[in-house]
């Protein structure tokens, strides 16, 4: 299996602190240069989406002739598979010739990369954890891709999209600070896949195959990445707090994973 090693930092460029510097080998994108990026803008979205395989077969067998097929698909465009194996999909479907060449004429383009937007919720202190290296691994095909960070790093450091909340009671002070990170990351193969986020008190994990999900605590997020869509956003929350006895003790207590495609 190859991988793909990004430094989660990377994704950010932060104010004062330089990137850091993680003893990892193999081809490394610092993430930290991500900072003060942003997802692209959300537009209007179109009532009429664009139409899809399991649209074109229902229509066709439900009376529409090729020509208004054609003329459908025409003005709203095609979101599916026309490789050899898409429009063959499509001639065993019963489609006419016209409506299959219609469909490849007007397919969106093939999704080679997602926008991917990290946000980071630090519940605590600022300190060294103890599993000091958050990792994010996604399967694309026979490669995957691993991102990074040092969260010792990322909490020290000032970074451009960086709040802080109070949300301190009558008993108890407590503050959650939030971190985004954004960019855009290759994801070349379409279907279903699975990502992972853990932490780790190792800077070189290369493969899934290194890590115990029980051990680490493995949290994943399983997502259907579209041969072709309007839209390829994906946005990851991450919740961090901080043990209050043990303070290099820091933990994963939640993530949250959701894409929009159309």
């Known amino acids: 299996m190859t991988r793909l090693i990004i430094l989660l930092c990377g994704f950010l460029g932060e104010v004062d602190a330089k990137p850091a510097e993680l003893p990892t080998s193999g081809p490394v994108v610092n993430i930290v240069e991500w900072d003060g990026n942003r997802l692209p803008t959300v537009y209007e ?4 989406l664009p139409i899809d395989r399991s649209d074109l077969i229902r229509l066709s067998e439900n009376g529409f002739k090729s020509e208004q097929l054609v003329d459908v698909i025409s003005q709203r465009r095609y979101s599916g598979d026309v490789s050899a194996e898409g429009l063959i999909s499509l001639k065993s479907a019963g489609l006419a010739n016209e409506v299959i060449q219609s469909a490849s004429l007007h397919a ?7 926008n991917l937007s990290i946000t980071l919720e630090i519940d605590g202190q600022s300190s ?13 095909g026979e490669i995957e891709l691993v991102f990074t960070a040092d969260l010792g790093h990322v909490f020290g450091g000032k970074w451009r999209s960086d709040t802080v909340t109070d949300q301190s009671d009558l008993l108890l002070p407590r503050s959650v600070r939030t971190v985004t990170f954004s960019g855009r990351i290759p994801l070349k193969v379409s279907g279903h896949k699975e990502l992972k986020a853990f932490t780790a008190t190792r800077p070189d994990i290369h493969w899934l195959s290194e890590v115990s999900e029980a051990t680490h605590h493995v949290r994943s997020h399983a997502f259907d990445y579209p041969a072709n869509s309007n839209r390829n956003d994906c946005r990851l929350l991450i919740r961090l707090f901080q043990d209050r006895l043990l303070e290099d003790n820091w933990t994963i207590t939640g993530t949250h994973l959701e894409c929009e495609w159309n």
Do not use: C
């Not at 979205?45 to 009429?48: A, F, I, M, Y």
């Not at 969106?108 to 997602?114: D, G, K, Q, V």
């Open 45 to 48: 979205r179109s009532d009429q």
């Open 128 to 140: 060294t954890p103890r599993s000091r290296y958050l990792y994010l691994i996604i399967p694309d």
């Open 108 to 114: 969106l383009a093939s999704n080679r990369s997602i």
